[in-house]
């Protein structure tokens, strides 16, 4: 038997929109398309990119809305979606999302434009952005999902592991050979850890 989270602002929506309600649907996305973009955005800073990823996301969640369980909470469920929406969208590029950070935007402004000249911090900065960019390019496009997921992010370990539908114990074990990966790429890259 299943009870329905009455703290979930979205049931009643959801509700409606399982029954068909596009308004209702219309509602739900509204609520949350700030959070999936910003969640989406780690997986393509790129603003076409972004904007395709989110929709199709939400797309997505409408043709799954039938397959949501009432006692699991809502954002949880979209957020899954999202990730693995942003996973497919890695494995179709074959490349490293990092890559996309410093290509032009639609307007023609490049990131790293912001950076300087001058200024060798700002260097500096623009240096190790591109060196990140050329070692995390070697890691798979999941470990590379992962580690930014879990650093960049700052989400919790068992929260990953819920969106990539892992256990914990196995997104641990993910997590500790992804950094070990990236870890080799970065000794053989000249890179010391002590």
Excluded at 55 to 70: D, G, I, N, R, S
Excluded at 112 to 136: F, S, T
Excluded at 175 to 183: H, V
Aim: some cysteine; proline content about 7%; glycine content about 4%.
């Amino acid at each position: 038997m299943s009870s329905l989270d009455v703290n979930d602002p979205d049931v009643l929506l959801i509700q409606q929109a399982q029954m068909g309600d596009m308004d209702a649907f219309d509602e739900i996305v509204r609520r949350h398309q700030p959070g999936m973009t910003a969640l989406l955005h780690r997986f393509a800073p790129a603003t076409a990119d972004l904007e395709d990823l989110v929709q199709e996301t939400f797309v997505k969640a409408w043709h799954a809305l039938p397959t949501w369980q009432p006692e699991k909470p809502f954002l949880h469920w979209l957020k899954r979606i999202a990730v693995r929406t942003g996973l497919e969208f890695y494995r179709r590029c074959q490349r490293s999302p990092f890559s996309r950070l410093v290509e032009p935007s639609a307007d023609g402004r490049h990131p790293l434009d912001a950076v300087p000249a001058g200024n060798p911090d700002g260097q500096q900065a623009a240096d190790a952005l591109e060196e990140a960019q050329y070692i995390l390019s070697f890691l798979s496009p999941e470990d590379r999902a992962l580690l930014t997921l879990l650093y960049l992010e700052q989400m919790p370990l068992s929260e990953i592991a819920q969106h990539y539908g892992w256990s914990r114990i196995n997104a641990k074990v993910k997590a500790f050979r992804a950094r070990k990966q990236l870890q080799s790429l970065l000794k053989r890259h000249g890179y010391e850890f002590h």
